[in-house]
């Protein structure tokens, strides 16, 4: 089934430790992102990628970063997590080349940093 | 910058009535494109449905519809027939024309649909 696929669903991190968000989408699709779900905040962007081989910074970007190295893979990675981190992460894809794509969400990945 | 607002944080509705939930949004541009997304308990984030700016006409997508107010930059969205599948976090979002797809989420609403 065609779609975004994030690993893993859940994770349970010490503070200043290292991790990488991995995010695969099947779809061909130009555009991936990368959100943070917070209670009370909702969804904000972390890093956004237009195309291949191109990233930007989204709402939230300090802390994460992304890499792009082709269409299908969007990983993000917490070079050293802090408690401030806990979070849901959607990965997100769309076309990216019709004005108001709307976007298709993965299930998330839910982390606890302690 | 574009906020999105939404005033009910949660809402409840018999099953079969219908409900409308409110959100407004404040934009200096011209073009742009909104949605209404559905998230269940298993978190996933679908999406209801989608309003060109330029458009009059408001989306229907089944028993979901919107009212779309340009002036009054308000994006209402109405269940009508209310499910019990229809119980979800319901998210207004804003994207500006040519932003490719940098979506601004409001906060929220939870609804319940009750038997």
């Known amino acids: 089934i065609a779609g975004i696929t994030q690993a893993p669903t859940s994770q349970i991190l010490a503070a200043g430790r290292r991790m990488t968000l991995r995010c695969t989408q099947d779809m061909r699709h130009n555009a991936m992102y990368w959100y943070r779900q917070d209670l009370g905040l909702g969804l904000r962007l972390i890093h956004y990628?237009?195309?291949?081989?191109?990233?930007g910074k989204g709402e939230v970007p300090d802390g994460y970063s992304v890499s792009r190295a082709n269409t299908d893979d969007f990983p993000l990675t917490l070079a050293s997590a802090v408690p401030s981190q806990t979070s849901v992460y959607f990965c997100a894809s769309s076309v990216g080349t019709a004005p108001g794509s709307p976007l298709h969400f993965g299930n998330g990945t839910r982390l606890t940093v302690t | 910058a574009q906020t999105v607002t939404q005033s009910q944080p949660e809402m409840s509705v018999q099953e079969a009535e219908t409900v409308t939930l409110s959100c407004t949004y404040d934009t200096s541009e011209n073009n742009y494109y909104l949605f209404w997304y559905k998230q269940p308990p298993s978190r996933q984030m679908i999406l209801v449905i989608r309003?060109?700016?330029?458009?009059?006409q408001n989306a229907t997508e089944n028993r979901f519809s919107v009212n779309f107010q340009k002036a009054a930059k308000s994006f209402s969205l109405k269940i009508s027939d209310s499910q019990l599948g229809d119980t979800a976090m319901y998210f207004c979002a804003f994207m500006k024309a040519g932003s490719q797809g940098n979506l601004i989420f409001g906060k929220g609403t939870k609804l319940s649909v009750k038997p």
């Open positions: 990628s237009n195309t291949a081989g191109t990233t």
């Open positions: 309003q060109e700016a330029y458009k009059q």
